[in-house]
Structure formats: C-alpha cells, structure tokens
C-alpha cells in the first residue's frame, strides 16, 4: 500500500468517528511536516511552534476535508501557511542563519540507519552537511521547490497546487534551483565548456520526463564522450540523492509536546 492510500484509508476511518486513525494519520506525517517546518523555517524552536499548530489545525479540520486534491498535498498547504506566517511575524526580527558549526554539531544526531557502516556515515554526513547549508542559501522561492519536489518527493503538479502557481512555472524554478543548489555545493558557478549543453537543465529536464527521444539521445551520446558533462550530471545526481534521504526524526521531547497538545483538543472536543 502506497503512503497515499494509507493516509485515505485512514481517512475514510476518521470520518467514520475513529480517534484511533486520526492519532496514527497524525504519527505517519509528522515526520515530513518537521522536516518542512525545519528547512522553511530554519530554526528549531519556529520549527517546533509551526508543527504544533500544523498538527492541531489538520485534527481539527480534517474530517472536512473534501478531498479537493491529494491528502498530502492538503497537509504540506495547511504547514507551508504556518511556515508564511511565522516567518511574516519575525520579519522585522534580525537574521540569525544557523551557522555550519550548528550544523555540524546537530547533524550526526540526524543521521541514522539501522546497521551503520562508519565510512559510509561519514560519508553521508558530509554530504548532507554540504546539501543542508545550501539549501538554507537558496533563494526563498527555489527553497520551498527544492524542499517539496526533491527533498519531500511530491509530484509537480502537487507543488504547483501547494504554492498556487502553474505546473510549467513549478518546473522551471526547479531547473533554476536545483543549478543554483549544485553551484552552492561546490561554492564555484557552473561555466559549460564551448560546444557542451547546459547539462544541469537538460538533466534536471530529463528527471523531469521534459526531453524528447531526440534530445534524451542526443544529451547520453554527449555525455558518454564528455567526461566534464558526465561528471556534472554524476554529481546534480548525488546532490538530489542526499535530498531524497535527508533525515526526518522528530526529537522525543518535540513528539511529546505535541502529543499533549492534541491530547487536550481531543479530550475538550469529546465534551
């Protein structure tokens, strides 16, 4: 069963009045939604403030949902909203980005697996290091593609629906951000030899099933003779790859905060 129809089969439960469903619809998203909260809004303690609301805005109103668009697609609208919110409050606030020595500290804690190989953690955590500080660069309207194409897995067309702007305007921030992000990661901009393609583009193109047979073909006969535009597209590759695995524990003490908090809206909705 995909996670989308998990998350339906729970839903039609809760309809049916079942507390049960909503507590465990409520435990398979968090962890996505904390992670969002977390890249959007860069500090943890924002992070925390938007999932509590999330979590008890979607308990609230989710028996209403309508089912208008994907269940997904609902949850990452009702978080990305407290993400705008929170950050409109703490505009007028001084910028404090999370430095890298931040990150390094925090990150090995983010990193798990169930039968770690030290080489391969390391390697990883180094990666991802590298991946994070950068997408916490990125312009804000790349950011919130990256986070919800690349780093969440939605399809375009959710992201399209989530940020209220067309599928073809989704794409092309994504080519530009995912370019940007690459150049972010090696801190040195991307200059195409004479006679080669902007590969990132046609690779994130092709990702994207935006290529032609023609131009598919014409893009792997460059490459396999171009060991400059092979390494380009190796390394875009490893960089969404470390998004795609990018960690999403919820800390206990965030899990249990918010666990209290819906503890008390159910006890006072059953009044």
């Known amino acids: 069963m995909s996670h989308d129809e998990d998350l339906n089969r729970l839903l039609e439960q809760i309809r049916l009045g079942d507390d049960e469903a909503l507590e465990a619809l409520l435990a398979r998203v968090q962890p996505k939604l904390y992670r969002f909260s977390m890249k959007m809004c860069r500090h943890s303690a924002d992070a925390e403030d938007v999932l509590q609301e999330s979590m008890l805005a979607i308990a609230r109103s989710v028996r209403s949902f309508r089912g208008d668009s994907s269940v997904s697609t609902w949850l990452f609208k009702v978080t990305r909203s407290f993400c705008i919110k929170k950050r409109r409050h ?5 910028e404090r980005s999370e430095s890298l020595d931040d990150l390094r500290r925090r990150a090995p804690a983010e990193l798990t697996s169930s039968d770690p190989d030290p080489l391969e953690q390391a390697e990883t955590g180094e990666l991802w290091r590298q991946v994070h500080e950068a997408v916490q660069r990125l312009d804000p309207a790349h950011k919130e593609i ?3 194409r690349d780093i969440e897995g939605l399809r375009a067309k959710e ?8 599928v073809g305007a989704v794409k092309s921030r994504l080519h530009r951000a995912r370019r940007e992000l690459r150049d972010l990661v090696l801190s040195a901009p991307h200059e ?3 006679g080669c393609p902007d590969i990132r583009q046609m690779y994130s193109m092709h990702l994207e099933g935006d290529l032609s047979a023609d131009l598919c073909s014409s893009m792997e006969a460059h490459v396999q003779g171009c060991a400059r535009c092979a390494q380009e597209c190796e390394g875009l590759k490893e960089t969404l790859e470390a998004c795609s695995a990018a960690p999403d524990r919820v800390p206990t003490a965030v899990q249990q905060r918010v666990k209290r908090a ?3 809206l159910l006890r006072s909705s059953q009044r």
């Open 90 to 94: 703490k505009k007028l606030e001084p």
């Open 192 to 194: 195409p030899q004479s």
């Open 146 to 148: 990256v986070l919800l």
């Open 262 to 264: 819906l503890g008390r």
């Open 159 to 166: 992201v399209a629906e989530i940020i209220g702007i067309s």
